[in-house]
C-alpha cells in the first residue's frame, strides 16, 4: 500500500465531490474532516485498505418525503420532510430536525456527517444522523405547527425508534414541536416509547437541563480552553449571535462564570447591550412572544438594535457564533482578532468559514470547532434517553455536573489528540481524528457493511 495518504484524502474528496454535486455545505464538511485524516491514514494503513474513509462518508440511508399540510385558512402546502441515517457503528442513528426554509438534502448531510463524529466525541453508545424539512415556522399558528409536525411524524415514524432513530430539536424545532412529533409518534404506534425522541418536557420524559445544555455545554467547553491559556470567563466581554436555544442558554452560563455576554441576534440584525444581556427580556421576547430581536432593545433603554449588520464588528475577548452554517466569513474574523477577540467557540454548526478559521488558527485565536463544543446538546440527550430507558429522573444538579464532566472530557480528548498528532493546540484536528477513530474502530470491528 502507498503511503501517499495526502493522494488518498485527494481521490476521496474528488470521489464525493462528484457523487454528491450541488451539495457545498456537505462538501466543506467533508473537506474539513479530510483535511485532518492524513495523519490518521499514515499511521494506520488499514483504513485506506478497507476504505473505511469512504465508507463512513457515505451515508448508510437517506429518506426524502412528502409532507402535504393546510394553513389555517385551508390553503394547502406541500414541504420536503427529509432524514439521513449516517451511520450506526456506535449506537442508533442520533440527531436533531431542523425547520427551515433553506433546509435541502445537502444541508441535512453535513449536519448528519457532523453529528456522527460529535456524538462519538461524547463518548455516549449514540450513531449519528439528521433530519429535517424546508417548513418556515415563522409566523405560523400554533395549530399549524401541530398540523405540520403531526403530518411529518406521519410519514417519518416507520424510521424511528428507541433502537433505531432517535430525533430531537434543531434550529426550528424546540419543545413545542418535540411535544407535537411525539404524540403523533405515541398515537399511531400505539406505544409510549419515551426513547423514541430527546428534548420532551420534562414532566413527561424530558431531561432536565437538556434545554440549556448545548448553551451550557458551549461555555464550558469555552472555560476548558481559557483554562489551558491560564485564564478564566471571569471578568470577558463575549459576543453571542443567535437568539435561539443555543444562544440564549450559552449567554446564561456566561453569565453565571463572571463573564458579561453583550450581544444576541436574529435574521433581522443584532441587539448590543454593554451592561450584559437581560436574559429575562430575551427569554420573554425569543422563548415566549417568538418576536424580532429588535423587541429586546425596545423594552432595554441601555440596549441598541442594528438592523442588519455584523454581530462581529462589536469588541469582545470571547466570540460565540450561535445562530447557523457560515455565519462568520473571514471579513468577520479579521475584524474580531483586531477587537482583541482571544477564543472563538462554535455553539452553532459550521458557524464559521474555512477562510474564518484559518484567520483565528494564524492569528492564535483559540478556536473550538462545533462538533466538540456543542456536543453537550446531545451528549444530554444520551443522558436523557438513559433516564427514559430506566425508567428514572434525575435532579437539574445531577445532570448538569454529568454535563460539565462530559464537556470536560471531551475538551481533554481533544487537546490530547492534538498533541499526539503532532498539531498542539489544534482542536480542529483533535476533534476529528478523536470523532473518526472511534467511529472508524467500531466500523472495523463490524466487518464489511
Ligand atoms: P433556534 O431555532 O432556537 O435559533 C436559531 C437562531 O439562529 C435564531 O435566532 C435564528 O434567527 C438564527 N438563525 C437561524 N438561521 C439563520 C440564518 N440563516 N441567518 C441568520 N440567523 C439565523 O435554533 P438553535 O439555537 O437550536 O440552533 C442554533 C445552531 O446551533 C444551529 O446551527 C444548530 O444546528 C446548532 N445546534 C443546536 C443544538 C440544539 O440542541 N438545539 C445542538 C447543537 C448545535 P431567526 O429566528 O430570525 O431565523
Ligand atoms: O446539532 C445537534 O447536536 C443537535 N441539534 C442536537 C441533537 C440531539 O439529538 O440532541
Same mark, same amino acid.
Given at each position: 500500500?502507498?503511503?501517499?495518504?495526502?493522494?488518498?484524502?485527494?481521490? +476521496?474528496?474528488?470521489?464525493?465531490?462528484?457523487?454528491?454535486?450541488?451539495?457545498?455545505?456537505?462538501?466543506?464538511?467533508?473537506?474539513?474532516?479530510?483535511?485532518?485524516?492524513?495523519?490518521?491514514?499514515?499511521?494506520?494503513?488499514?483504513?485506506?485498505?478497507?476504505?473505511?474513509?469512504?465508507? +463512513?462518508?457515505?451515508?448508510?440511508?437517506?429518506?426524502?418525503?412528502?409532507?402535504?399540510?393546510?394553513?389555517?385558512?385551508?390553503?394547502?402546502?406541500?414541504?420536503?420532510?427529509?432524514?439521513?441515517?449516517?451511520?450506526?457503528?456506535?449506537?442508533?442513528?442520533?440527531?436533531?430536525?431542523?425547520?427551515?426554509?433553506?433546509?435541502?438534502?445537502?444541508?441535512?448531510?453535513?449536519?448528519?456527517?457532523?453529528?456522527?463524529?460529535?456524538?462519538?466525541?461524547?463518548?455516549?453508545?449514540?450513531?449519528?444522523?439528521?433530519?429535517?424539512?424546508?417548513?418556515?415556522?415563522?409566523?405560523?399558528?400554533?395549530?399549524?405547527?401541530?398540523?405540520?409536525?403531526?403530518?411529518?411524524?406521519?410519514?417519518?415514524?416507520?424510521?424511528?425508534?428507541?433502537?433505531?432513530?432517535?430525533?430531537?430539536?434543531?434550529?426550528?424545532?424546540?419543545?413545542?414541536?418535540?411535544?407535537?412529533?411525539?404524540?403523533? #409518534?405515541?398515537?399511531?404506534?400505539?406505544?409510549?416509547?419515551?426513547?423514541?425522541?430527546?428534548?420532551?418536557?420534562?414532566?413527561?420524559?424530558?431531561?432536565?437541563?437538556?434545554?440549556?445544555?448545548?448553551?451550557?455545554?458551549?461555555?464550558?467547553?469555552?472555560?476548558?480552553?481559557?483554562?489551558?491559556?491560564?485564564?478564566?470567563?471571569?471578568?470577558?466581554?463575549?459576543?453571542?449571535?443567535?437568539?435561539?436555544?443555543?444562544?440564549?442558554?450559552? +449567554?446564561?452560563?456566561?453569565?453565571?462564570?463572571?463573564?458579561?455576554?453583550?450581544?444576541?441576534?436574529?435574521?433581522?440584525? #443584532?441587539?448590543?447591550?454593554?451592561?450584559? +444581556?437581560?436574559?429575562?427580556?430575551?427569554?420573554?421576547?425569543?422563548?415566549?412572544?417568538?418576536?424580532?430581536?429588535?423587541?429586546?432593545?425596545?423594552?432595554?433603554?441601555?440596549?441598541?438594535?442594528?438592523?442588519?449588520?455584523?454581530?462581529?464588528?462589536?469588541?469582545?475577548?470571547?466570540?460565540?457564533?450561535?445562530?447557523?452554517?457560515?455565519?462568520?466569513?473571514?471579513?468577520?474574523?479579521?475584524?474580531?482578532?483586531?477587537?482583541?477577540?482571544?477564543?472563538?467557540?462554535?455553539?452553532?454548526?459550521?458557524?464559521?468559514?474555512?477562510?474564518?478559521?484559518?484567520?483565528?488558527?494564524?492569528?492564535?485565536?483559540?478556536?473550538?470547532?462545533?462538533?466538540?463544543?456543542?456536543?453537550?446538546?446531545?451528549?444530554?440527550?444520551?443522558?436523557?434517553?438513559?433516564?427514559?430507558?430506566?425508567?428514572?429522573?434525575?435532579?437539574?444538579?445531577?445532570?448538569?455536573?454529568?454535563?460539565?464532566?462530559?464537556?470536560?472530557?471531551?475538551?481533554?480528548?481533544?487537546?490530547?489528540?492534538?498533541?499526539?498528532?503532532?498539531?498542539?493546540?489544534?482542536?480542529?484536528?483533535?476533534?476529528?481524528?478523536?470523532?473518526?477513530?472511534?467511529?472508524?474502530?467500531?466500523?472495523?470491528?463490524?466487518?464489511?457493511?
Amino acid at each position: 500500500m502507498g503511503t501517499d495518504v495526502n493522494a488518498i484524502t485527494e481521490r +476521496i474528496y474528488e470521489d464525493v465531490l462528484r457523487r454528491n454535486p450541488a451539495q457545498p455545505e456537505f462538501h466543506q464538511a467533508v473537506r474539513e474532516v479530510l483535511d485532518s485524516l492524513a495523519v490518521v491514514l499514515a499511521r494506520h494503513s488499514e483504513f485506506a485498505e478497507l476504505k473505511t474513509v469512504e465508507r +463512513i462518508c457515505e451515508p448508510e440511508r437517506q429518506i426524502i418525503f412528502r409532507v402535504p399540510w393546510q394553513d389555517d385558512r385551508g390553503e394547502v402546502h406541500i414541504n420536503r420532510g427529509f432524514r439521513v441515517e449516517f451511520n450506526s457503528a456506535l449506537g442508533p442513528y442520533k440527531g436533531g430536525l431542523r425547520f427551515h426554509p433553506s433546509v435541502n438534502l445537502g444541508i441535512v448531510k453535513f449536519l448528519g456527517f457532523e453529528q456522527t463524529f460529535k456524538n462519538a466525541l461524547t463518548g455516549m453508545p449514540i450513531g449519528g444522523g439528521k433530519g429535517g424539512a424546508d417548513f418556515d415556522p415563522k409566523d405560523r399558528s400554533d395549530t399549524e405547527v401541530m398540523r405540520f409536525c403531526q403530518s411529518f411524524m406521519t410519514e417519518l415514524y416507520r424510521h424511528l425508534g428507541e433502537y433505531t432513530d432517535v430525533a430531537a430539536g434543531d434550529i426550528g424545532v424546540g419543545g413545542r414541536e418535540i411535544g407535537f412529533l411525539f404524540g403523533q #409518534y405515541k398515537r399511531i404506534t400505539n406505544r409510549y416509547e419515551s426513547g423514541v425522541l430527546t428534548g420532551k418536557g420534562v414532566g413527561w420524559g424530558g431531561a432536565l437541563v437538556r434545554t440549556e445544555a448545548t448553551g451550557y455545554g458551549a461555555a464550558f467547553f469555552a472555560s476548558e480552553m481559557l483554562k489551558v491559556r491560564g485564564d478564566s470567563l471571569d471578568g470577558k466581554t463575549v459576543a453571542v449571535s443567535g437568539a435561539g436555544n443555543v444562544a440564549i442558554y450559552a +449567554i446564561e452560563k456566561v453569565e453565571q462564570l463572571g463573564g458579561k455576554a453583550v450581544t444576541a441576534s436574529d435574521s433581522s440584525g #443584532y441587539v448590543v447591550d454593554e451592561r450584559g +444581556i437581560d436574559l429575562e427580556v430575551l427569554k420573554q421576547v425569543k422563548e415566549v412572544e417568538r418576536a424580532r430581536i429588535s423587541a429586546y432593545a425596545d423594552r432595554v433603554p441601555t440596549a441598541r438594535f442594528v438592523a442588519g449588520g455584523s454581530v462581529w464588528d462589536v469588541p469582545c475577548q470571547v466570540a460565540i457564533p450561535s445562530a447557523s452554517q457560515n455565519e462568520l466569513d473571514s471579513h468577520a474574523a479579521v475584524t474580531l482578532v483586531r477587537n482583541g477577540c482571544q477564543v472563538v467557540v462554535e455553539g452553532a454548526n459550521m458557524p464559521c468559514t474555512p477562510e474564518a478559521v484559518k484567520v483565528f488558527q494564524e492569528a492564535g485565536v483559540a478556536f473550538g470547532p462545533g462538533k466538540a463544543a456543542n456536543a453537550g446538546g446531545v451528549a444530554t440527550s444520551a443522558l436523557e434517553m438513559q433516564q427514559n430507558a430506566s425508567r428514572d429522573r434525575w435532579t437539574f444538579e445531577h445532570t448538569e455536573a454529568r454535563l460539565e464532566e462530559i464537556m470536560r472530557e471531551i475538551h481533554a480528548s481533544c487537546h490530547a489528540t492534538a498533541e499526539e498528532y503532532g498539531a498542539p493546540g489544534n482542536l480542529v484536528l483533535g476533534a476529528n481524528v478523536a470523532g473518526f477513530l472511534r467511529v472508524a474502530e467500531a466500523v472495523h470491528a463490524h466487518g464489511l457493511i
